[in-house]
């Protein structure tokens, strides 16, 4: 089992995601951050194994929302840096993806 963390700004994108499907319809919100809570949660069993496509990073795709979950991984734990929408500009997400590329020292 790998150790997962998500970052403040992944965190920030959960939070965004959540606002936009609640307003889609009441309670979709919480769907929406118990689905992707649980994609990050399988991190901790797969960290490693998905591709990556952009900025070095990993990227795991939701199961039943269209994001993305962009991770950092050095074979022991996995920092969730984005999980961003797929419908986004790809030149936003690479754009946001390269500002938040830096791993933080542990």
């Known amino acids: 089992m790998h150790d997962v963390r998500i970052g403040a ?3 920030r ?21 118990d689905s992707l809570f649980s994609d990050i949660d399988a991190l901790a069993l797969y960290a490693g194994v998905h591709p990556k496509p952009l900025a070095g990073l990993h990227r795991s795709l939701s199961r039943r929302f269209p994001f993305a979950i962009y991770y950092d991984f050095d074979g022991r734990s996995a920092i969730v840096l984005a ?24």
């Open 9 to 11: 700004s992944a965190e």
């Open 13 to 33: 994108d959960l939070l965004v995601g959540f606002d936009f499907y609640e307003t889609q319809a009441a309670g979709l919100g919480q769907y929406f951050l």
């Open 83 to 106: 999980v961003l929408d797929c419908r986004r500009n790809p030149r936003s997400i690479r754009s946001t993806l390269g500002a938040r590329r830096t791993r933080p020292k542990q």
